[in-house]
């Protein structure tokens, strides 16, 4: 069964610091979406990309995450510098149309300390 | 923005029961779809089940049914014969076509399966 792939599984870095994040979406969806997760909450969105456009990041913190699809495959979030903040469990996902849902990756758990 | 309420923070179920879990809606748009997304420990997301607004039969798949309330917004999920593995986080997702093709998570529900 196909899945959507995401690396590191899990990230400890230090407040100020750079960190980045990998997502490669299921072969074929267009559309690939980046969330993030506080632990006991559902996911909200950062960044929505159609291909290599970002369709909506309108929630994405632009003064410290940057988000890019260049070829509308695989996508890297980062964040820079890192806050405490942002501690938080970082999804992606992708879809093949409305009607199908989405398919999530394992995440990137991310601490900062 | 549309709004999704899971108004049960957590519930338990016994074993090989029936356990029913909440969801409410806000929206002024009628084509739209709507999820149950299960996170377990492990936390990857996994589709239960969806439903199309436009249907009026309830999804169903396997031990999980929906109960879709169109009128009243409401979107329920029954599991029936709780199996231990059904112990996980149960989010419900509303999908809209007219804002972007985005989902809207509920808070999710914690369940909890009693041997």
């Known amino acids: 069964e196909a899945e959507v792939a995401q690396s590191p599984r899990y990230k400890i870095t230090e407040k100020s610091q750079a960190v980045a994040f990998w997502c490669d979406p299921i072969?074929?969806?267009?559309?690939l979406y980046w969330y993030r997760q506080i632990l006991g909450q559902g996911p909200e969105l950062l960044v929505q990309?159609?291909?290599?456009?970002?369709?909506?990041d309108s929630q994405l913190p632009k003064d410290r995450f940057s988000a890019e699809r260049l070829k509308g495959v695989d996508s890297t979030l980062k964040i820079q510098p890192a806050e405490l903040g942002d501690s938080a469990m970082y999804l992606c996902?992708?879809?093949?149309?409305?009607?199908?849902?989405?398919?999530f990756g394992s995440g990137t758990r991310l601490t900062v300390v | 923005a549309q709004t999704v309420t899971q108004s049960q923070p957590e519930m338990s179920v016994q074993e090989a029961e029936t356990v029913t879990l909440s969801c409410t809606y806000d929206?002024?748009?009628?084509?739209?779809?709507l999820f149950w997304y299960k996170q377990p420990p492990s936390r990857q997301m996994i589709l239960v089940i969806r439903?199309?607004?436009?249907?009026?039969q309830n999804a169903t798949e396997n031990r999980f049914s929906v109960n879709f309330q169109k009128a009243a917004k409401s979107f329920s999920l029954k599991i029936s014969d709780s199996q231990l593995g059904d112990a996980a986080m149960y989010f419900c997702?509303?999908?809209?076509?007219?804002?972007?093709?985005?989902?809207?998570f509920g808070t999710g529900t914690s369940l909890t399966v009693i041997p």
């Open positions: 996902a992708s879809s093949a149309g409305a009607s199908y849902g989405y398919t």
């Open positions: 072969s074929g969806h267009a559309t």
């Open positions: 990309f159609q291909d290599e456009s970002v369709v909506d």
């Open positions: 929206t002024s748009e009628s084509d739209y779809y």
């Open positions: 439903q199309e607004a436009y249907k009026q």
């Open positions: 997702a509303y999908f809209s076509r007219d804002t972007g093709n985005q989902f809207y």
